[in-house]
């Protein structure tokens, strides 16, 4: 019996799981947290510049209790430009909610498909529960192809003034401007998740001349994602972290620097067994300490 009691008993390593089954979560935010301690404020950023957004977390910010879908998609672009102020060009970028994908498991967990459901979305109807509506990956998915129409419209081109705005809807991206938009065939994606989609569009502007790049993300997953991939940019990459009282950018090339390519490169590796939405946390082993066994 002592030997029986020596191990785990139960259908499942609890080790790697909890009593029901569902994946044992870690805190993310704490890796993030770790390695902005050898980052330092940017004070100046070379221009021109472009900004790269993540979409959804930006709609995620908005209020729309009470405005029409029409209402929400001229908050959302106020918002776009907003960000964007300091840059020539804007890309928000969306993920793709598809019907079958490995990210399922994590949406029912947020109460993905308990939302109200909208078969067509009309631009004067007004929105009741936001958050209800934001429940649902097919309401998202309509809202998201409702924004790029909405912004292809003349009367919201005219809002650019001199700025280029590329937005992504599925696998597609189209480049808006004042005078029209076209479809970027360059910028056509299978990627589901916009936090690798992003570094794509980054790689993009860098390429077209751009002498920074800000990302305006507050998801650790983007994060780990800069700091992996700097040394395939050209173009010095900035980081917006809004605070309580202020807005901050970090430097991501210096703290990539700081930090050392060999930590940088394993950091997405690191970042993924050690707990993300598809891949449980081993017990005791978190991202703290295997940060800690690859800086040794």
């Not at 081109?157 to 705005?165: G, P």
């Amino acid at each position: 019996m002592n030997d029986v009691l020596a191990h785990p008993l139960g259908p499942l390593p609890w080790a790697i799981a909890n009593g029901d089954g569902t994946l044992r979560k870690t805190n993310k935010a704490k890796l993030a947290k770790e390695l902005e301690k050898n980052a330092t404020p940017a004070e100046t950023m070379p221009r021109p510049s472009a900004c790269i957004i993540d979409g959804m977390g930006l709609v995620q910010k908005l209020s729309g209790n009470n405005k029409t879908f029409a209402e929400l998609a001229k908050l959302a672009l106020s918002k776009v430009l907003h960000d964007g102020a300091q840059s020539c060009r804007i890309d928000v970028v969306f993920d793709v909610y598809l019907e079958e994908s490995i990210k399922n498991a994590e949406r029912c967990n947020r109460g993905s498909g308990s939302g109200i459901q909208f078969k067509q979305i009309i631009p004067g109807h007004k929105i009741k529960q936001w958050r209800k509506f934001l429940d649902s990956s097919n309401n998202k998915s309509s809202l998201i192809s409702f924004l790029v129409d909405e912004w292809k419209s003349k009367v919201n081109r005219e809002k650019l003034s001199n700025k280029t705005l590329y937005v992504t809807n599925k696998e597609a991206c189209y480049r808006i401007g004042p005078e029209g938009w076209e479809d970027i065939t360059d910028l056509t994606s299978s990627q589901e998740e916009a936090n690798t989609r992003m570094l794509l569009h980054t790689l993009h502007a860098s390429k077209q001349g751009h002498k920074s790049i800000i990302i305006v993300s507050e998801d650790t997953d983007v994060f780990i994602l800069c700091l992996a991939f700097n040394k395939e940019i050209a173009s010095p990459l900035y980081m917006k972290c809004a605070m309580q009282n202020r807005t901050r950018y970090l430097d991501i090339t210096k703290l990539a620097s700081a930090i050392g390519d060999g930590v940088c490169q394993a950091l997405v590796g690191l970042h993924a067994f050690t707990g993300c939405d598809s891949v449980s946390v081993f017990t005791g082993r978190g991202k703290l300490w295997a940060l800690r066994e690859i800086g040794t």
